[in-house]
């Protein structure tokens, strides 16, 4: 099994930055692809980034493109999402998620991923 806690969220004004973290730990996890995926109330659960195991490559959704940074500490045990100029409609359930593999497949699709985090809430308001 995988665990995965979310953690960094919060309230911040329009134009502001959160950094988002997932640790990551359990006896099915060594190196995995995790991605992070947001969902606003009565909307789908969307993509906003992906990391493959050890950080040979990202993926970022085009509607944070520019503004999320996605990044993995050397231990592979956890994985940040930097996120800048932030807009209100940014507001949403921060999900963190993780793939059996170390390489992504299908980096955007939620049925790609196995394990997933209880969430962390993001807000912008002013």
């Known amino acids: 099994q995988v665990q995965l806690v979310e953690s960094g969220g919060g309230s911040v004004q329009p134009g502001g930055s959160l950094r988002l973290v997932c640790r990551a730990s359990?006896?099915?996890?060594?190196?995995?692809?995790i991605g992070w995926f947001r969902q606003a109330p009565g909307k789908e659960r969307e993509a906003v980034a992906a990391?493959?195991?050890?950080?040979?490559?990202?993926y970022v959704d085009s509607s944070v493109e520019g503004r999320a940074t996605i990044s993995q500490d050397d231990a592979k045990t956890t994985v940040y999402l930097q996120l800048n100029s932030l807009k209100p409609e940014d507001t949403a359930m921060y999900y963190c998620?993780?793939?059996?593999?170390?390489?992504?497949?299908?980096?955007?699709?939620?049925?790609?991923?196995?394990?997933w985090g209880q969430g962390t809430q993001v807000t912008v308001s002013s």
């Open positions: 990391i493959w195991s050890g950080g040979s490559a990202t």
């Open positions: 998620a993780a793939q059996r593999g170390e390489w992504c497949v299908g980096p955007g699709r939620r049925n790609g991923y196995n394990y």
């Open positions: 359990g006896s099915g996890y060594s190196r995995n692809c």
